[in-house]
């Protein structure tokens, strides 16, 4: 069965930073390009990131570019979002994924707030 | 950035009601559309890819159909479970964007 756990969540100041992560068992992580996706609260969904399985590309919405970074361990299964300078419209529940989102985690809520 | 017009936002059904969302995109983007459905509190559930393949699991009164810039995500005989939120995704080209999301509820 693939699981995909995220976490790392929580409430954070605006300016500040978090980083989150994602392990992955039940799939060959290495085979896999992976997504970040987010849905702030009683809205849509809302695509970030991407990265390629061995890491050497990734793409992101203009919202979160030079904020945010992808990143991924295939060593560990794990896959990560480094978030810098967060602002109050990052507050969202956020959720890793494979990356045409077959497999999903169950989300990790990140709150900006003073 | 491609943008993905959805509609209607919500609409009431009952049970065994046939049900059309449908996705409008602002450019070609081939078959590389998938549908999601997501209730409350829980993650997104992939129910079409390619826009008109059927994940596995996902029951037959499920379908997709569309190319290039109009999609639908059709349910033939609304279930009591069904009811829920759908969203279309394109992942033609980067950024990768949602519809604004349909949300079926009970008539």
């Known amino acids: 069965e693939v699981q995909l756990v995220e976490s790392g969540g929580g409430l954070v100041q605006p300016g500040g930073s978090l980083r989150l992560s994602c392990a992955a068992s039940?799939?060959?992580?290495?085979?896999?390009?992976m997504s970040w996706l987010r849905q702030a609260p009683g809205k849509g969904l809302e695509w970030v990131a991407n990265?390629?399985?061995?890491?050497?590309?990734?793409y992101y919405v203009d919202s979160v570019k030079g904020r945010f970074t992808i990143s991924r361990d295939n060593a560990k299964n794990s896959l990560y979002l480094q978030m810098n300078s967060l602002r109050a419209e990052d507050t969202a529940v956020y959720y890793c994924?494979?990356?045409?989102?077959?497999?999903w985690g169950q989300g990790t809520l990140v709150t900006v707030s003073s | 950035d491609i943008q993905m017009t959805q509609s209607p936002s919500s609409l009431s059904a009952s049970v065994g009601d046939r049900v059309t969302i449908t996705c409008r995109a602002s450019?070609?983007?081939?078959?590389?559309l998938g549908w999601y459905q997501q209730k409350p509190g829980k993650a997104p559930k992939r129910l079409i890819y390619?826009?008109?393949s059927l994940q596995s699991g996902v029951p037959s009164r499920f379908s997709g159909s569309g190319s290039g810039t109009e999609f639908t995500l059709t349910i033939s005989s609304l279930q009591p479970e069904d009811f829920a939120t759908y969203y279309c995704?394109?992942?033609?080209?980067?950024?990768?964007?949602f519809g604004q999301g349909t949300k079926v509820e009970i008539k």
């Open positions: 994924a494979t990356k045409y989102f077959e497999y």
């Open positions: 039940g799939l060959t992580f290495s085979s896999y390009w």
């Open positions: 990265i390629k399985r061995d890491g050497s590309e990734e």
């Open positions: 450019q070609d983007i081939r078959n590389d």
């Open positions: 995704l394109q992942h033609n080209d980067y950024p990768w964007t």
């Open positions: 390619a826009a008109s």
